[in-house]
T-cell receptor, first 112, second 114 residues
Framework: GENVEQHPSTLSVQEGDSAVIKCTYSDSASNYFPWYKQELGKGPQLIIDIRSNVGEKKDQRIAVTLNKTAKHFSLHITETQPEDSAVYFCAAPSNQGGKLIFGQGTELSVKP | DAGVIQSPRHEVTEMGQEVTLRCKPISGHDYLFWYRQTMMRGLELLIYFNNNVPIDDSGMPEDRFSAKMPNASFSTLKIQPSEPRDSAVYFC????????????FGQGTRLTVV
């Protein structure tokens, strides 16, 4: 939607624990919700996305859930590893032309 | 494909100077996006092109910023004159669609204006 809020801004977990990052959006017409991972010194890279016709999508240790009624979606990372440490961004299309609006980002730190 | 290629990777310039950032999108992608990333404002879309035509430049902060895409394989983002508050990482991304398809980002250009 036009406004995307992401929480928390920082998250620290122990290796092996799960991590959850949440986003809310304002445009009820939004129907595509990607998650990007940005490693230090690199550009963001798509890790998983979900479209509004499904409520959950899973890819190995990562999953995304979508609640269209509440207008929020979440990223779940299980069995976290140090290489999961990065900044994660959620996004949703704008209602003007389909450009992506990004959340503020979550810096995830996985401690060995 | 080598992915989206940006140059330079780092740029340090004095206030008032002209800065030109360059981007080569992935071949075959007909959408190109310019983003700016700062700690305070996160990832902001500055402008995007479709088939070399600027579609939405509402994110361009001031007239000091301009972007061009003379052909399908090259785009520039120019700042003239540059100011210290322009210091940020600038990303170029390309995709085969709008916000509903994957965007592939370049490595970014870290701009420092002193």
């Amino acid at each position: 939607g036009e406004n995307v809020e992401q929480h928390p801004s920082t998250l620290s977990v122990q290796e092996g624990d799960s991590a959850v990052i949440k986003c809310t959006y304002s445009d009820s017409a939004s129907n595509y919700f990607p998650w990007y991972k940005q490693e230090l010194g690199k550009g963001p890279q798509l890790i998983i996305d979900i479209r509004s016709n499904v409520g959950e999508k899973k890819d190995q240790r990562i999953a995304v859930t979508l609640n269209k009624t509440a207008k929020h979606f979440s990223l779940h990372i299980t069995e976290t590893q140090p290489e999961d440490s990065a900044v994660y961004f959620c996004a949703a299309p704008s209602n003007q032309g389909g450009k992506l609006i990004f959340g503020q980002g979550t810096e995830l730190s996985v401690k060995p | 494909d080598a992915g989206v290629i940006q140059s330079p990777r780092h740029e340090v310039t004095e206030m008032g100077q002209e800065v030109t950032l360059r981007c080569k999108p992935i071949s075959g992608h007909d959408y190109l996006f310019w983003y700016r990333q700062t700690m305070m404002r996160g990832l902001e879309l500055l402008i995007y092109f479709n088939n070399n035509v600027p579609i939405d430049d509402s994110g361009m902060p001031e007239d000091r910023f301009s972007a061009k895409m003379p052909n399908a394989s090259f785009s520039t983002l120019k700042i003239q004159p540059s100011e210290p508050r322009d210091s940020a990482v600038y990303f170029c991304a390309s995709s085969s669609g709008t916000g509903y398809t994957e965007a592939f980002f370049g490595q970014g250009t870290r701009l420092t204006v002193v």
